[in-house]
Nanobody, 125 residues
Framework: QVQLVESGGGLVQAGGSLRLSCVAS????????MGWFRQAPGKEREFVSA????????FYADSVKGRFTISRDNAKNTMYLQMNSLKPEDTAVYYC??????????????????WGQGTQVTVSS
C-alpha cells in the first residue's frame, strides 16, 4: 500500500521559513515525479512545485518561484519543500503527490496518482 506522509507545517510569521517533508512508503519512488500542491480556504487546490525522478529538473508555480526550493533524497524516499520569505497568501494545506512517471507531465492534479493527507501552513502578517 502506497503511503505519503507530510510533516513540517506550522505557524510562522510573514518573512519566515518552513521546511516541509514528505516520506513515501510502500513502493520505491526513485523513478517517479513527485510534487507539492496546496489548497487555501475557499480555493481550489493548486500546483506549487514538482521534481523529476532524479532531481535534475525542477518546476515551480510563478507565485513561489525564487522563494521555495524543492528537493528529494531517493535513498530516504523523501521529498522536501524549503519555503522562505513566506507570505500570508502562502497559508494553505500543503499536499505531496506522486506521478508514477519519470518525466514531468505538467502541473495538473490529474497527473498524480498518490496523495498525502496534507500539512497545514499558516503565515501570520
Amino acid at each position: 500500500q502506497v503511503q505519503l506522509v507530510e510533516s513540517g507545517g506550522g505557524l510562522v510569521q510573514a518573512g519566515g521559513s518552513l521546511r516541509l517533508s514528505c516520506v513515501a512508503s510502500g513502493r520505491t519512488f526513485s523513478t517517479y515525479v513527485m510534487g507539492w500542491f496546496r489548497q487555501a480556504p475557499g480555493k481550489e487546490r493548486e500546483f506549487v512545485s514538482a521534481i523529476n525522478y532524479n532531481g535534475g529538473r525542477l518546476f515551480y508555480a510563478d507565485s513561489v518561484k525564487g522563494r521555495f526550493t524543492i528537493s528529494r533524497d531517493n535513498a530516504k524516499n523523501t521529498m522536501y519543500l524549503q519555503m522562505n520569505s513566506l507570505k500570508p497568501e502562502d497559508t494553505a494545506v500543503y499536499y505531496c503527490a506522486v506521478d508514477s512517471h519519470f518525466a514531468y507531465r505538467g502541473p495538473a492534479e490529474s497527473e498524480y496518482e498518490y496523495w498525502g493527507q496534507g500539512t497545514q501552513v499558516t503565515v501570520s502578517s
